[in-house]
Structure formats: C-alpha cells, structure tokens
C-alpha cells in the first residue's frame, strides 16, 4: 500500500522551484544508478516552467546522463504540434532545446494534427508508446515513472482529471481522452488515475495563495472525484512541494509550522 503523502514546505516560489529542480537531478541520476535509464513525467504550469528554467540553472545537471532519460507527458492539450498552447512548448524552450538536455528521449502526447484520426485513437496510440518504452524490469503495463511532477489547479484538478468531470470516473485505460475539459481548449490527452499510478514518486508541485485552498482540501482526506489532486499516490512516495503561501490553508503545528 502506498506511503502517505509527506509535506516539504519552502519559503517562496523561487526557493521551491529551486528545491525541486535539485530533486528531481537526484532521482533521474539514482534512478540510472540502478536501472539505467531514468524516467521522468511532466505537467505543465508557471510553477512548473519556473522548475524547468532551474534544472537548466543548477551545477548538478553534469550528474545525469541525459541521453539516457525518457521523458513522458501525464496529460496534454490536443492542439496542433506548433501550437503555443501545448503543454510540452514551454518546456521545450526552456529545457530541451538547451544542451545537455537534448539528448533526452521525448515521448510528446499526440498532436491533433499528427498521425491518429481523432481523440480517442491518439489516447490508445500514446497508451502503446508508453507500453512499448517499458524498461526491462518495469513489470506492468506502462513504465515506472522514477518521479511524476504533477501540478494543482485552484479547483483541484490535476493533469488533466477535473472536479466533477467524466475524466475523473473514467477508469476505461492508463490513457484517456478528455472532452469538454472546463478549462480551455476543450479537448485533451491524459493519464487515468491508474496511468498515475504507475509512478514510483509522486510529486505536487503547489506555488502561491490561489492554490491553498485546493492543497487544504486534497489533504484533508477529500474524493478524488470531488478534489483530484487528492487521488494519485505513488508506488513508493508522494510528495508535496509547495510553498508558505501555497501552504497558507493547512492545519498548524504550535510553533506555526503547517502540517498534514
């Protein structure tokens, strides 16, 4: 049964995203230590892209082997590749267009202009390309992610599993299509629960005042389908990563101290 979820508090946006970035350097390269290859999931977001622009930053980069980290996606707006409102844009701007980073294995989420006919057929054909770079001792049917970085959104939701929403029944595969999601654009590409369950580490990633109430909530022993963010749990650990405003709504230890 999965650990319960362990909470890391950083003064501000700056140091958070500073924190993470060494982190997840850390993991990718313990992660080769042992299995060989690394494998990193994303998610989008301005706390994420200010993760990005500090793994690019930070000395401890030269400890991964960036030739030997995949790097998938937990869910995706279906748009065309060029569009600026993909997820993997601003990642790719800041991180995997510089060097070393270049030498990463992408595995993007379908564009809606790519090879499969529609939604759902891009869904099942990102579930194969996932299935197909399992590494040798990943034993189900997607890969372990070795750490997923997942955002929260003011109302919740995570990648792209919403409050209330049909994505966040729909239990159908690891990957599923999104419709009428209740932010724009309408349709989507993400991991299922069960796809988020596939990570070995499970990371929420939580900046500013706008996201304490949805980190309160998703702490606090709320529904999945009612709070998201308070469903996905890693194999091995969940973590969340916020910082002092993001963590303004949680209970207080005696010295002030938020807690679980």
Sequence with gaps: MPAPPE???????????????????????????????AALALTAGSIMEKVWSAIAATASREAVDWARVDVFWADERYVPADSAD????????????????????????????????????????????LSAARRPDDPHELPHFDVLLLGVGPDGHCA?????????????????????????????ISLSFEGLAA?????????????????????????????????????????????RDAAAGLPRRPDGQPVL
Excluded: C
Excluded at 20 to 27: I, N, P, Q
Excluded at 89 to 107: E, K, V
Excluded at 219 to 243: E, F, K, N, Y
């Design 160 to 188: 792209s599993l919403f409050p209330e929403h049909p994505s966040a029944y729909d239990d159908s595969g690891p990957v599923i299509a999104v419709r009428n999601s209740p932010k724009p654009p309408p349709l989507r």
């Design 86 to 129: 993909r997820n993997d844009a601003p990642a790719n701007r800041l991180l995997f267009s510089h060097s070393p980073f270049t030498a990463a294995r992408l595995f993007p989420m379908p564009a809606s202009d790519g090879p499969f006919a529609d939604l759902d057929r891009a869904a099942a054909g990102y579930a194969e390309q």
């Design 199 to 243: 990570a070995n580490e499970i990371w929420f990633v939580a900046s500013g005042a706008g996201k304490s109430r949805a980190v309160a909530l998703a702490l606090s022993g709320a529904g999945r389908v009612q709070v998201p963010a308070a469903g996905p749990r890693g194999r091995l650990r969940t973590l969340w990563l916020v910082d």
């Design 7 to 37: 909470l890391i508090v950083q003064a501000t946006a700056e140091n958070l995203a500073t924190d993470v970035a060494v982190r997840v350097v850390s993991t990718l390269a313990r992660a080769q230590q042992t299995r060989g290859r």
